[in-house]
Nanobody, 126 residues
Framework: QGQLVESGGRFVRAGDSLRLSCIASQRSFSAYTMAWFRRAPGKEREFVAA????????EYADSVKGRFTISRDNDKNTLFLQMNNLQCGDTAVYYC???????????????????WGPGTQVTVSS
């Protein structure tokens, strides 16, 4: 099912912007629903955003709506997460995940996704 590798996480100040990337090794990347999840310190991993394979649908968690933008480049097997106006509450390890396209209706559930990256740390300080 291939590998996913995230990058772009680092230490930033509140109000800054950051773009995360997730490169997929599988050639079938364009066939998958893709998503970002995050795990904040002491909390469970939570849904952040998801995107269908041909960008017909996009969904965000309420906590990031209007600040984060998920996108993908199927030619480059890459998923992105543009994060603007970062807040301390956005501090977390961010994971990308892949699911079969027909799983869109369960996109919020972690069990929907068959492949996960190791994560990239984003730390937001005031």
């Amino acid at each position: 099912q291939g590998q996913l590798v995230e990058s772009g996480g680092r230490f930033v100040r509140a109000g800054d912007s950051l773009r995360l990337s997730c490169i997929a090794s599988q050639r079938s990347f364009s066939a998958y629903t893709m998503a970002w999840f995050r795990r904040a310190p002491g909390k469970e991993r939570e849904f952040v955003a998801a995107i269908t394979r041909i960008v017909s649908s996009i969904e965000y968690a309420d906590s990031v709506k209007g600040r984060f933008t998920i996108s993908r480049d199927n030619d480059k097997n890459t998923l992105f997460l543009q994060m603007n106006n970062l807040q301390c509450g956005d501090t977390a390890v961010y994971y990308c995940a892949a699911a079969a396209a027909e799983k869109w209706h369960t996109r919020y559930q972690q069990s929907t996704y068959h492949s996960w990256g190791p994560g990239t740390q984003v730390t937001v300080s005031s």
